[in-house]
């Protein structure tokens, strides 16, 4: 890990407050049971619904021929999040959709960025199948509406001087980084979860830089809540 993450061994670590710079905790695991073939049970039903499928408990309970072991972990992990008042959401995902406005800035999930609320408030997120998030370190990112270019790209976009902040954040822009020379993005990796911070009033520590990975032939299978 780096000065940006760090690794636990329980549960109860994950919730611990993020503090002295650290924006990502890791619960490393290594899960029993075939997840990608309950991914690809449920991907043509994800290529009906436009590319991701929204997976319940009771869609689960449904699945015949698929590795139980599987579906318990998901069952668990999902209540385990719920019981802490989240709503978790399980995701079969073939591939998500583009950003293809031609804008100077893409705000898909594709693009490095960070979450933001007006709360307090992190993400817990889980791969089980299929390539798995990237993320960046701060030092490794640049945000890219600070690239003078796309800068003057996105004024001249906006058409005056006034409330340029406010069309900034209202179009998610200013949520987006590039990477810098030379940096190489980490993995999340399967069957860890990880609990990233977000940009909201008052955090303590940066917000987790981080990105859904290209898309390849095989379905995706992921918790985020």
Same mark, same amino acid.
């Given at each position: 890990?780096t000065?940006?993450?760090?690794?636990?061994?329980?549960?109860?670590?994950?919730?611990? *407050?993020?503090?002295?710079?650290?924006?990502?905790?890791?619960?490393?695991?290594?899960?029993?049971?075939?997840?990608?073939?309950?991914?690809?049970?449920?991907? *043509?039903?994800a290529?009906?619904?436009?590319?991701?499928?929204?997976?319940?408990?009771?869609?689960?309970?449904?699945?015949?021929?698929?590795?139980?072991?599987?579906?318990?972990?998901?069952?668990?992990?999902r209540?385990?999040?719920a019981a802490?008042?989240?709503e978790?959401?399980?995701?079969?995902?073939?591939?998500?959709?583009r950003?293809?406005?031609?804008?100077?800035?893409?705000?898909?999930?594709?693009?490095?960025?960070?979450d933001?609320?007006?709360?307090?408030?992190d993400?817990?997120?889980?791969?089980?199948a299929?390539?798995s998030?990237?993320g960046?370190?701060d030092?490794?990112a640049?945000?890219?509406?600070?690239?003078?270019?796309?800068?003057?790209?996105?004024r001249?976009?906006h058409?005056?001087?006034?409330?340029f902040?406010?069309?900034?954040?209202?179009g998610?822009?200013d949520?987006h980084?590039?990477?810098?020379?030379?940096a190489?993005p980490?993995?999340?990796?399967?069957?860890?979860?990880?609990?990233?911070?977000v940009?909201?009033?008052?955090?303590?520590?940066?917000?987790?830089?981080h990105r859904?990975?290209?898309?390849?032939?095989?379905p995706?299978?992921?918790?985020?809540?």
């Amino acid at each position: 890990m780096t000065s940006r993450r760090s690794a636990v061994d329980s549960f109860d670590a994950l919730l611990e *407050p993020f503090t002295a710079g650290v924006n990502a905790k890791c619960l490393s695991r290594t899960l029993d049971g075939d997840f990608d073939a309950l991914a690809a049970v449920l991907a *043509p039903r994800a290529d009906d619904e436009g590319g991701l499928l929204v997976v319940d408990d009771e869609m689960l309970g449904a699945l015949r021929g698929v590795d139980t072991r599987a579906v318990e972990v998901l069952l668990e992990d999902r209540a385990r999040l719920a019981a802490l008042g989240r709503e978790p959401q399980l995701n079969v995902i073939t591939h998500y959709r583009r950003d293809t406005r031609g804008l100077p800035v893409s705000v898909d999930v594709h693009s490095f960025h960070v979450d933001r609320a007006p709360v307090e408030a992190d993400t817990f997120l889980c791969t089980y199948a299929g390539a798995s998030s990237e993320g960046l370190d701060d030092e490794d990112a640049m945000r890219i509406i600070d690239d003078p270019a796309i800068r003057a790209a996105l004024r001249e976009l906006h058409g005056r001087d006034e409330d340029f902040a406010d069309f900034l954040a209202e179009g998610s822009f200013d949520l987006h980084f590039s990477k810098r020379s030379g940096a190489t993005p980490f993995t999340f990796g399967v069957g860890h979860l990880w609990r990233l911070a977000v940009a909201w009033p008052g955090s303590p520590v940066t917000p987790c830089i981080h990105r859904a990975p290209d898309a390849d032939a095989r379905p995706r299978l992921m918790l985020i809540s």
